[in-house]
């Protein structure tokens, strides 16, 4: 374990703390441009200290690390695109790219937690969770209620993929994947939170107006959900 490349993640990851203050009070002021940016930032940190850390066990860059490093890489672009200062087609693209951006970080993650083909056969046992996430699925769409069926596939598309990764972060508690997989599927839960949340935010009518309190909510637990997945992979070097 190098101790001072684990000391730089650690570092990198306390910098999202302010970067997110700083996030929730230019939404607040409705300073989009300095709201992106600081979300940006914050994004940005999280990336470096994804890098510190998976590089801080001495165990070399396995095919799961990369994988994670390029989901949070995605992430920082989904945030950048879905830029709130732009408007007209400009931001219609943007936001096109950055649901793009993120569908690509949930598929990257789960990839990271199915890291072999045993593992992908083995993923069959959560075939009866499918019927859950069907139900739950139509529960959040229900709540949101979509304003048209475009957007209501692409809810149920993006929602099926946001619970799959939390199924294939639990399928490694089973048969690995990763060191600590527990800690990776409650980062995974916490994502998940964060994504409903979002959604129901952004549709909902009455959350519209909660606004102030659920925007923090949201980005606490995407930050810290990255964060609990990223060390899932050092906690056993770390604790070594």
Not at 12 to 22: E, G, K, S
Not at 104 to 114: E, K, P, R, V
Not at 130 to 138: E, F, K, Q
Not at 193 to 210: G, P, R, W, Y
């Amino acid at each position: 374990m190098n101790s001072v490349l684990l000391g730089f993640s650690i570092a990198f990851f306390v910098l999202v703390i302010p970067a997110i203050v700083l996030t929730c009070i230019f939404d607040y002021k409705q300073k989009m441009l300095l709201k992106t940016i600081c979300k940006g930032i914050a994004s940005l940190c999280i990336v470096i200290g994804c890098i510190f850390a998976i590089t801080s066990d001495n165990l070399g860059i396995t095919t799961t690390k990369l994988l994670f490093l390029f989901a949070t890489i995605c992430a920082l672009l989904g945030d950048i695109f879905l830029s709130e200062f732009a408007s007209g087609k400009t931001k219609d693209i943007f936001t096109a790219l950055g649901l793009l951006a993120f569908v690509a970080t949930h598929l990257l993650y789960i990839s990271a937690f199915l890291t072999s083909a045993s593992h992908i056969s083995k993923y069959l046992v959560f075939a009866p969770v499918v019927g859950l996430i069907a139900i739950i699925t139509l529960v959040v769409v229900k709540i949101i209620k979509c304003p048209n069926v475009i957007t209501t596939v692409g809810v149920v598309i993006y929602s099926v993929i946001a619970f799959l990764m939390v199924g294939s972060a639990a399928n490694a508690v089973d048969y690995g994947g990763v060191p600590y997989p527990a800690l990776a599927t409650f980062g995974a839960l916490l994502f998940l939170f964060s994504d409903v949340i979002l959604s129901i935010m952004n549709f909902n009518e009455k959350a519209k107006t909660q606004r102030k309190i659920l925007f923090p909510i949201v980005l606490v637990l995407y930050y810290v959900g990255q964060m609990f997945i990223v060390y899932s992979l050092v906690m056993w070097s770390w604790i070594k």
